[in-house]
């Protein structure tokens, strides 16, 4: 096995066999998931023609049979999203991507990954509010009006272009000179 492969599946957070023709002939495949078992990570069955076996099964997996890669990917999108193994760790993350965006047409499409996070936590929506405004690529209404929707959830004030504006604080010190 490739270095580059051990490295990733001792890092791994989520594991995810595409059990097809060839899976049980691999010299490796078997080897992987029992790495993935013996570390306790998410482990999601993406069933392509072949059922869950040996170490994996007891999952029932996702079917991918009959979907496009989209639909697989929504399907792993919300396995990861509300697993506990991984939802903590991929929210943490999508949140950091959120007020990292470069663009605002890259904040929008993340901020759609997140609104299809069922059970969102209120810490999270208001971590992003409290920082949102030290991105200035964030500061159109095409952004703030689809992040308010999230926020009004939660009950929270939503943002405007005002809430870019910085208070300027003046400070003084008691010296007299």
């Known amino acids: 096995m490739a270095r580059r492969n051990r490295k990733g599946l001792f890092s ?9 023709e060839g899976f049980k002939e691999s010299n490796w495949t078997d080897q992987e998931v029992g790495v993935a ?4 990570v998410l482990i999601i069955p993406i069933r392509r023609g072949l059922d ?3 170490f994996i099964g ?9 979907k496009n890669v989209g639909q697989v990917a929504e399907g792993i999108f919300e396995i990861i999203s509300r697993n506990e193994k991984t ?3 991929y929210l943490n993350t999508l949140v950091e991507l959120i007020l ?8 929008i499409e993340r901020l759609k990954a997140l609104k299809k996070v069922k059970d969102l936590p209120k810490e999270k929506v208001e971590y992003l509010q409290d920082k949102i405004t030290d991105n200035e690529n964030l500061k159109e209404t095409r952004f703030l009006n689809p992040f308010n929707e999230i926020a009004w959830k939660y009950k929270l004030d939503g943002l405007s272009i005002k809430s870019f504006e910085k208070v300027k604080e003046e400070y003084y010190d008691d010296l007299p000179f």
């Open 100 to 107: 990292l965006s470069n663009t605002v047409n890259q904040g």
């Open 52 to 54: 869950p076996y040996g």
């Open 87 to 89: 939802k903590s760790k």
């Open 58 to 66: 007891k999952y029932q997996g996702f079917q991918a049979i009959g």
């Open 12 to 20: 791994m957070d989520a594991f995810c066999a595409v059990l097809m």
């Open 37 to 40: 078992v013996g570390r306790n």
